[in-house]
């Protein structure tokens, strides 16, 4: 592992570890290198301010889970690996997702979730009457939704267990290619 790793990781843990007393709003570059024993200089070499080093955290840590060799099989198993991880460390995940601004962990799950539904309904079959305006429409719908499930989920306390999220967004999934199907038979 290089040293900017390390020392990247050191930072993210610093920024956790507050997390757990103090809400992040209230978290100064300050109190993140006074936690991790570095000085600002290595903050900001490193990173710009707290929230980039919010979305460095959210993406190496949950999101490359999910994007790493997915498939429409085992997506589930993804995201469960993701909501597990976020469980682990249901203080820092609870205190950071119920900001107000918009954050890099929506948008990449919005992403992921996107591109996964585009790919479910290319590998019907060939569909040419879904025009592209109704692909796009049915992909951002259940991209919303399942984003939406899981910060609501984060935001709420997690207190249904990620094996049970896990399980109603892949019925979602399944039902929504269950959908498709039969929409594109009942065309033809």
């Known amino acids: 592992m290089s040293d900017s790793l390390i020392t990247k990781k050191a930072i993210a ?18 109190d993140i290198t006074e936690e991790c ?5 290595t ?16 993406y190496n840590e949950t999101i490359s889970i999910i994007m790493e060799n997915l498939t429409l099989e085992n997506w589930n198993d993804k995201v469960m690996t993701m909501l597990t991880k976020m469980k682990s460390e249901e203080y820092f995940y609870r205190n950071t997702l119920k900001l107000t601004a ?4 929506k948008e990449y799950l919005f992403k992921i979730a996107t ?3 585009r790919d479910t309904i290319a590998k019907i079959g060939t569909i040419q009457e879904f025009e592209e305006d109704r692909k796009k429409f049915i992909t951002e719908f259940y991209a919303f939704g399942i984003v939406g499930v899981i910060i609501a ?3 709420n306390g ?10 109603q967004l892949n019925n979602v999934s399944n039902g929504t290619q269950k959908f498709i199907i039969e929409n594109y038979k009942k065309k033809q």
């Open 13 to 30: 843990l610093g920024l956790k570890e507050l997390t757990k007393t103090k809400n992040f709003d209230k978290i100064t570059v300050k």
């Open 37 to 41: 024993g570095l000085n600002r200089q």
């Open 158 to 167: 997690m207190k249904e267990s990620p094996e049970y999220i896990a399980m």
């Open 153 to 155: 989920w984060a935001q």
């Open 102 to 105: 918009d954050n890099g962990f």
């Open 115 to 117: 591109e996964l539904f």
């Open 43 to 58: 903050f900001y070499y490193h990173f710009q301010d707290k929230y980039v080093l919010l979305d460095w955290i959210f």
